[in-house]
């Protein structure tokens, strides 16, 4: 029966006092944004109104558009763990084929690109091997785009694929280098180069893996992106200077040596990435005590 409901009664076990707590809290910062930074209610409009086109040209979910304004914010890094985004990301294709371990990813016979092998461990925050980890693994293509995303006759998995770590925790593939792109759907919002400029920001992002680790041990999979040392991309990041963490930079070198290229079978240079990841196990202390490895 609800014909009796008293309009002003609220159900004091109802409340939260964290909610209340952070929701003052938010409007003091946006007082002080307001006093002290000159913030209007149209800038906040202004802002509101082009993640809303952002979301509308792109599809991802409203809160994977707003990340550029804060995700730096809660990255961590400082446990040295590897920091993870903890969500998926939108460009994810399940279901991609396994690879050997050391392997190659699927790749078209005339994929574009200097071919890449990145190669690195995966250990617990003791410092010990990850053994048996499902690494998933993709990346766009040399023209900067994901396969499996657009009907542009690129096979589904295309640069797509996962293998599983050896017993010392490693993990190897030849692929080819990605590039920095831009998202081409949220870069033809009307507003959003110019939004970009304004901020001293590319319309790019810089070169990265995705990787995706799951493991029965993990106390949580992992997601994220690897960049790669250098590129020049990373401090004008659409989506934040900050975004690819010191913490989450391959070392990369390019080798031109003739009998080296001929060797690895490749008909031109060919650049390696080391990548150590350091992952949260339900075994590992709160601080990572890894001590700086050489794979
Ligand atoms: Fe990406």
Redesign the pocket.
């Known amino acids: 029966m609800t014909s009796h409901v008293d309009p002003s009664y609220i159900d004091p076990t109802q409340i939260n006092p964290r909610a209340v707590r952070l929701v003052e809290a938010f409007k003091d910062a946006l007082a002080r944004l307001r006093d002290e930074e000159g913030l209007t209610f149209a800038d906040l409009n202004a802002a509101t109104a082009l993640l809303q086109k952002m979301q509308h040209a792109t599809g991802v979910p409203l809160a994977t558009v707003a990340m550029p304004l804060y995700s730096e914010l809660f990255q961590g890094g400082q446990d040295g763990y590897t920091p993870s985004n903890d969500v998926e990301?939108p460009?994810v294709i399940h279901g991609s084929p396994h690879i050997d371990n050391p392997g190659t990813l699927p790749m078209r016979p005339d994929e574009p690109g200097t071919p890449l092998i990145a190669s690195g461990r995966l250990l617990d925050g003791n410092g010990k091997p990850l053994a048996g980890a499902k690494l998933e693994i993709y990346?766009?293509s040399d023209d900067g785009t994901?396969s499996g995303l657009y009907d542009d006759g690129v096979p589904t998995h295309n640069l797509r694929g996962h293998q599983f770590t050896d017993d010392d925790g490693r993990y190897a593939f030849t692929t080819i280098t990605p590039v920095p792109?831009a998202d081409a759907f949220a870069s033809a919002v009307d507003g959003i180069p110019e939004a970009a400029a304004a901020l001293g920001r590319s319309l790019y992002?810089p070169a990265?893996i995705?990787y995706e680790v799951h493991h029965p041990d993990l106390v949580a999979p992992w997601y994220g992106?690897i960049y790669f040392t250098g590129d020049p991309v990373i401090p004008v990041d659409f989506v934040g200077p900050k975004m690819a963490h010191p913490a989450l930079l391959a070392n990369t070198v390019l080798h031109g040596e003739p009998e080296d290229i001929a060797a690895h079978g490749f008909t031109g240079p060919y650049r390696t990435a080391q990548f150590d990841f350091v992952l949260k196990t339900r075994t590992s202390p709160e601080t990572a005590t890894v001590k700086e490895t050489v794979a």
Do not use: D, K
Request: glycine content about 0%.
């Open positions: 990301s460009t990346h766009a994901y792109y992002r990265h995705h992106e």
